[in-house]
């Protein structure tokens, strides 16, 4: 049996979220998910990556949940 979490928000990306992408990896890893999938908001919904950035850095800002967790995951065995 597989276990994935298959809508996740980091506090990175969205402003609904409180866990950052690297807390959500270890907290669904000890409860024996196999992996996650990150689905933070875009700019035009409830984003927590300020509006008054170019372009560039809101892109860079908006996948920084995903590399955290990503790299967490990576890190302790949980695909991201």
């Keep these: 049996m597989f276990r994935y979490e298959t809508h996740m928000h980091t506090c990175q990306g969205s402003a609904c979220a409180s866990s950052s992408g690297a807390e959500h990896a270890r907290a669904y890893k000890a409860l024996g998910y196999q992996g996650i999938i ?4 875009f700019f035009r919904g ?3 990556v300020p509006r008054d ?3 560039r850095e809101r892109v860079e800002r908006f996948f920084e949940g995903y590399e955290d ?3 967490e ?5 949980l695909d991201v």
């Design 53 to 55: 950035l170019s372009w």
């Design 38 to 41: 990150v689905t933070d908001h």
């Design 69 to 71: 967790a990503r790299a």
């Design 73 to 77: 995951g990576e890190r302790i065995g």
């Design 46 to 48: 409830n984003t927590a």
